[in-house]
C-alpha cells in the first residue's frame, strides 16, 4: 500500500520521527486543541490526540483529530479498548478515516478506577492485539470482524504501544511480535528513563529481526518537578525512573531546566540506537516544552516527504 499520512511518509523514507500529543480539554473549546497544535505543529510530523487519559472524561479523540487536520498537521487518533465495544471500534474507525484521519494507535485504556468515574463499567470486549488485527483486516481484506464487506477505501497506518520496562522483562519482546504479527506498522513505547534497558530491549528486537517490520517511535517524557520525578517513579506503573534522575531533580537549581537537559541526555543515547526510528514526546500539560526540546535535540527543522 502506498504511504499516505505524514508520518508514515517519513517513516518509510527513512526518517528520523517525531511525533508529540495533546489532551482534549473537559469542555467543549476547540481552542483549547488549536492553541496546543499551533506550538506544536511546525516542530512535529504527526500530533496524537489523547482518548480520555487516565480514564477522565474528555472531548472524544476523533473530534480532536478533526481539529488537528483541520489546522493541517497530522493527527493520530488515540482509540482505547476500555470504552467501546467492537461495533463502536469499528465504527469510530470508519468515522475516523471519513474525516481524512491515517494514523490509529490501538491501547487497552487505563483502567477506570483510575480516573473521575470509577465505578464506570469497562468494555474491553476486545483487546489492544485484537484491534490491531481487526484495522489491518479492515484495511486489507475490507472486511468487519463479522466477516461483513467494508465499503471504501480503509487506508489506516496501524500503531501500537508496548512497554519495555515491565516485569518480566523477557516476555515483552514477544508481546511486540504478537503486536507486529496482528498488523502494527510504527510502535509508540513507554517513556525511556532508562536507556540502558531500553537498549537491552531493543538489542532483542533485533535478534528477533522486529525492527524491519515495524518503526519503533521511543518514548520521552521531560520532567517539570522533583514531586513529578518522584510520583512517576513510586506511582505510575510501567514507568522507570532511576533514583538518580530523581536526585539531580531535587537537588537541580531550576528544575524545568533540569528536566529539560535530562530529556535531552536522553534523546541524544537513544539517536545511537540504529533501530530506534522516532521519537514520542509525552509533554501533555506543558506543551511549550515540545519545541524547545526538538529545537534543542537538533531535530529542527523537520524534513518534508
Request: glycine share 8%; with cysteine.
Amino acid at each position: 500500500m502506498k504511504a499516505g499520512t505524514n508520518l508514515e511518509k517519513m517513516l518509510a523514507a527513512g526518517k528520523y520521527a517525531v511525533t508529540a500529543e495533546v489532551g482534549p480539554p473537559k469542555g467543549t473549546g476547540a481552542s483549547a486543541v488549536q492553541k496546543k497544535v499551533e506550538k506544536l505543529k511546525p516542530c512535529v510530523d504527526a500530533i496524537n490526540v489523547t482518548d480520555n487519559q487516565t480514564a477522565i472524561v474528555r472531548m472524544s479523540s476523533v473530534a480532536g483529530c478533526a481539529l488537528v487536520k483541520q489546522m493541517g498537521a497530522d493527527p493520530v487518533l488515540q482509540m482505547t479498548c476500555r470504552d467501546r465495544n467492537r461495533i463502536a471500534l469499528q465504527s469510530d474507525a470508519l468515522g475516523a478515516v471519513a474525516l481524512g484521519i491515517g494514523n490509529i494507535l490501538c491501547l487497552s485504556g487505563d483502567h477506570q478506577s483510575f480516573g473521575n468515574h470509577p465505578t464506570a463499567k469497562g468494555v474491553y470486549d476486545i483487546d489492544s492485539t485484537q484491534l490491531v488485527q481487526t484495522l489491518r483486516r479492515m484495511r486489507d481484506d475490507k472486511k468487519f470482524i463479522c466477516g461483513e464487506d467494508v465499503s471504501g477505501e480503509m487506508p489506516v497506518f496501524i500503531g501500537a504501544t508496548e512497554n519495555p520496562f515491565a516485569d518480566p522483562f523477557e516476555f515483552r519482546v514477544a508481546r511486540l511480535a504478537k503486536k507486529v504479527k496482528a498488523g502494527a506498522d510504527f510502535i509508540q513505547t513507554q517513556a525511556v528513563f532508562d536507556v540502558a534497558k531500553f537498549a537491552a530491549w531493543m538489542k532483542a528486537v533485533k535478534e528477533r529481526g522486529l525492527d524491519k517490520q515495524v518503526h519503533v517511535l521511543a518514548g520521552v517524557i521531560p520532567m517539570k518537578s522533583a514531586g513529578m520525578a518522584r510520583y512517576m517513579r513510586d506511582y505510575v506503573s510501567g514507568v522507570f525512573v532511576p533514583d538518580e534522575l530523581v536526585t539531580r531533580m531535587e537537588k537541580a537549581a531550576d528544575a524545568r531546566e533540569e528536566g529539560l537537559r535530562i530529556c535531552l541526555e536522553i534523546i541524544e543515547q537513544l539517536k545511537d540506537i540504529p533501530e530506534v526510528h522516532g521519537i514520542h514526546v509525552m509533554a501533555v500539560g506543558w506543551e511549550d516544552a515540545v519545541p524547545v526540546i526538538v529545537e534543542r535535540a537538533g531535530l529542527m527543522p523537520r524534513p518534508t516527504v
